[in-house]
């Protein structure tokens, strides 16, 4: 990241600019950086001034306590303004729901594409997520970074024996030094269930995308999206995962953001 901005609050944050054209933003989600966004940038910077940004608590950028989403959305609102004072929105996972919200906050936003945004579809799945919340907060409180990132990494499906080849793995202090911004990602899904309200409010176009190859309640939970957004489109991308290749991504995004 080569350049800085401070958000409302004075917080420092790092962001990265390519390409000519309208202003596309792109937000990484939980456990990720700007540079986990930045190789879709490649591909669509030739047709848009594509920006990638480390959210606060990650990467070069700061952080300033108390947390709320509402700084986020102030975090996205200085970026805009840094790019010229209107922007489209890309955002992945809890990055999505962050997109949305900000979006509905009234951001002078053109177009929002999420991609795989993990909303609850089911009672079962949102009690379970309300005692992933409880248990996080638990072992961030405590300090117990390592267990918060074990936590997250069993929410999400992964294999016990991976998760203990991960905490041995180099990356593993990195991952425990974003681990309390796992309560950021926890906040902007605001517990876990399809927003359809907010979705409702929604005055611009929205692509929700989702992966061939990614379980079905993937992409249920991005087909309600489509369906709750007044201008909303779902669109399946054949033999993709939750790790969607940038290649395939961004066309399906540079068709969209030129509309």
């Known amino acids: 990241m080569d350049k800085k901005i401070l958000s409302r609050d004075g917080t420092s944050l790092a962001y990265q600019s390519s390409g000519q054209g309208p202003a596309v933003v792109l937000i990484s989600g939980a456990m990720s ?15 848009f001034q594509v920006v990638a940004y480390d959210r606060r608590g990650r990467g070069e950028s700061g952080d300033t306590a108390p947390y709320a ?12 303004d840094a790019v010229g004072g209107e922007a489209s929105l890309y955002g992945i996972s809890s990055g999505g729901a962050l997109a949305l919200r900000a979006a509905a906050s009234g951001l002078p936003v053109r177009r929002v594409a999420v ?6 579809m089911s009672e079962e799945e949102a009690t379970a997520r309300a005692a992933y919340t409880e248990r996080l907060s ?18 999400t499906g992964m294999a016990e024996s991976v998760i203990e080849g991960a905490r041995q793995s180099p990356m593993w202090a990195d991952m425990e030094a974003i681990a309390p911004t796992l309560a950021y990602d926890d906040a902007v899904l605001g517990g876990g ?18 992966g061939g190859e990614s379980p079905a309640w993937m992409r249920e939970a991005a087909r309600a999206v489509a369906e709750a957004a007044p201008g909303g489109t779902y669109r399946v991308l054949e033999g ?20």
């Open 115 to 120: 991609y795989e945004v993990p909303y609850a």
């Open 138 to 155: 638990e072992a961030l409180g405590q300090g117990r970074r390592g267990d918060a990132v074990e936590l997250f990494l069993r929410q």
């Open 240 to 259: 993709q995962t939750h790790m969607v290749d940038p290649n395939v991504l961004a066309p399906a995004l540079a068709e969209f953001f030129a509309g």
């Open 33 to 47: 950086t700007g540079q986990t966004v930045a190789p879709v940038a490649g591909p669509l910077s030739a047709r």
């Open 193 to 210: 269930r399809v927003p359809r309200d907010l979705l409702a409010s929604l005055t611009m176009p929205v692509l929700a995308l989702a």
């Open 69 to 80: 989403v509402e700084r986020e959305i102030e975090d996205l609102a200085a970026l805009i």
